[in-house]
């Protein structure tokens, strides 16, 4: 199941999300339909508050890059209950885009190499280290489940600048080739 993706402006991305419980029904669905939500929009990371769930899950599909990098040809993960317990090395920077904040791409800092905790949907407990490009995309999606969004990390005077691209988002006036559910309508 595609579902909408929420964007800029939701309040459910601004919110800090909640653990899953072992009771919790449909995980394994959840995820799944994640990935094809992911899919369809041509992205590489997803979190549950960009379909409007205020949980703490994100997938991550890096396999279509494994014609340039071999190591990402299997790379497609759910995280559940993520934990980043190590954060390593230097600060890298790197352009961003995200799909809830369709047509705008910023630089943003981010360590090239992290320690994570988390869970799969069989409730297999993790701890891995990921570093590269991998990292980059699971810290920007870690991020989605604290309420933190990439364009945070501007510049106040790059904020000022990409100010009226958002308030367009927040209102549905972007074009994208994937359904969003537009905050104010
Ligand atoms: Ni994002």
Redo the contacts with the bound molecule.
């Keep these: 199941m595609i579902y909408p993706i929420t964007v800029y402006g939701d309040p459910v991305l601004r919110k800090v999300t909640t653990e899953i419980d072992q009771r919790f029904e449909g995980l394994e669905k959840l995820a799944e339909d994640m990935f094809e939500t992911m899919h369809n929009a041509e992205g590489v990371g997803l979190a549950a508050p960009q379909i409007g769930l205020a949980l703490r899950i994100f997938v991550v599909d890096l396999s279509a890059l494994g014609e340039d990098e071999p190591l990402l040809k299997d790379f497609r993960r759910a995280f559940i209950n993520p934990q980043i317990i190590e954060k390593v090395g230097e600060k890298v920077l790197m352009e961003e885009g995200?799909?809830?904040i369709p047509g705008l791409r910023e630089d943003v800092l981010r360590y090239d190499t992290i320690r994570m905790k988390f869970t799969d949907v069989n409730w297999q407990e993790h701890e891995e280290i990921f570093t590269g490009f991998p990292a980059r995309v699971i810290q920007?999606e870690y991020d989605?489940l604290e309420g933190v969004m990439f364009v945070d990390y501007c510049s106040p005077l790059k904020k000022r600048i990409i100010k009226g691209k958002l308030s367009d988002i927040t209102k549905g006036q972007v074009s994208t080739s994937y359904r969003i559910k537009v905050p104010r309508s």
Excluded: E, F, T, V
Aim: charged share 0%; glycine share 0%.
């Design positions: 995200c799909l809830s920007h989605h």
